[in-house]
């Protein structure tokens, strides 16, 4: 039974940074994602880590960070130079194999979700 659980969201001023961590019971070989949805809007792809890759989106590369600590099953993302269209809830998300671009960015890749951390910068 896959079980995903995010934590580290909160309100934070433009510039600050937040670190979002996934708890995720998942083999070290599922590939793992960071989604955000803003209010109205779908819910897009952020980041994504597996296999030995990493993928980001255009908006984030340079000031997000995706890791994984396998040790203890929990994958971070690292916001940084945070901006208000980050804002939103942030999502974890697994599926079993490897990433693959810019498939893993999309959400349809995944059919393992978490509940989402509020992410709010204002």
């Known amino acids: 039974h896959v079980q995903l659980v995010e934590s580290g969201g909160g309100s934070v001023q433009p510039g600050g940074s937040l670190r979002l961590s996934c708890a995720a019971s998942v083999a070290s070989f599922y590939c793992m994602g960071w989604f955000r949805q803003a209010s109205g809007r779908q819910r897009a792809g952020i980041a994504s880590i597996g296999g030995g890759n990493t993928y980001y989106v255009d908006a984030v590369k340079g000031r997000f960070t995706i890791d994984r600590d396998n040790a203890n099953d929990v994958v971070h993302l690292q916001m940084d130079r945070l901006m208000p269209e980050d804002t939103g809830i942030y999502y974890c998300?697994?599926?079993?194999?490897?990433?693959?671009?810019?498939?893993?960015?999309?959400?349809?890749?995944?059919?393992?979700w978490g509940q989402g951390t509020q992410v709010t910068v204002s």
């Open positions: 998300a697994a599926q079993p194999g490897g990433c693959r671009y810019p498939s893993s960015l999309a959400p349809g890749w995944y059919n393992y």
